[in-house]
T-cell receptor, first 108, second 118 residues
Framework: GEDVEQSLFLSVREGDSSVINCTYTDSSSTYLYWYKQEPGAGLQLLTY?????DMKQDQRLTVLLNKKDKHLSLRIADTQTGDSAIYFCAEGDDKIIFGKGTRLHILP | GAVVSQHPSWVICKSGTSVKIECRSL??????MFWYRQFPKQSLMLMATSNEGSKATYEQGVEKDKFLINHASLTLSTLTVTSAHPEDSSFYIC??????????????FGQGTRLTVV
């Protein structure tokens, strides 16, 4: 069935780049998403990428998509303490399939 | 891992009727549940946050009288779409977390409910 896999934890030093990886199984999705969830808050859509793109950059965020390998990554440049959150990879058009989320921890 | 069961997975109803969607946490206590809706090819929008035993907190622009949320127990929250209209047709998804054990816990999602109002 459809599945989205991502690692559960990532620790990064402040100022370094964070790279969160995700693999998915449904190759028919038009959209792939990255959501952010801060403590006590709901999901926030960070960015999305169309399946016909291989890269999208938005300020400190860079999304890379490898359709052949069904691999999606989110790179956060110059990671700040405010980036500490759980990041969800998701794919799908009508029905959204989410990963379990990657908890990003920022080291001082 | 923890499982959140959302039911039904899809429902078709007539305009003017009400529809109830259930969200259950199967192996943990969901002290907080979030309800989202998503229109096709759009982002997931948070509708409301509910804490067990308390009234739900609705996001701006969400009609609390139309989208009734009940979170009466630690394992069940319901969303009732009252007097549904075609514009309410959407994908609704719940998310549950357990804040009672430790801070910043992982959120678990239901698989969503596709509501079609005809």
């Amino acid at each position: 069935g459809e599945d989205v896999e991502q690692s559960l934890f990532l620790s990064v030093r402040e100022g370094d780049s964070s790279v969160i990886n995700c693999t998915y199984t449904d190759s028919s999705s038009t959209y792939l998403y990255w959501y952010k969830q801060e403590p006590g808050a709901g999901l926030q859509l960070l960015t999305y990428i169309f399946s016909n793109m291989d890269m999208k950059q938005d300020q400190r965020l860079t999304v890379l998509l490898n359709k052949k390998d069904k691999h999606l990554s989110l790179r956060i440049a110059d990671t700040q303490t405010g980036d500490s959150a759980i990041y969800f990879c998701a794919e799908g058009d009508d029905k959204i399939i989410f990963g379990k989320g990657t908890r990003l921890h920022i080291l001082p | 891992g923890a499982v959140v069961s959302q039911h039904p997975s899809w429902v078709i109803c007539k305009s003017g009727t009400s529809v109830k969607i259930e969200c259950r946490s199967l192996d943990f206590q969901a002290t907080t549940m979030f309800w989202y809706r998503q229109f096709p090819k759009q982002s997931l929008m948070l509708m409301a946050t509910s804490n067990e035993g308390s009234k739900a907190t609705y996001e701006q622009g969400v009609e609390k009288d139309k989208f009734l949320i009940n979170h009466a127990s630690l394992t069940l929250s319901t969303l009732t779409v009252t007097s549904a209209h075609p514009e309410d047709s959407s994908f609704y998804i719940c998310s549950a977390r357990d804040w009672s054990t430790w801070k910043d816990t992982e959120a678990f999602f239901g698989q969503g409910t596709r509501l079609t109002v005809v």
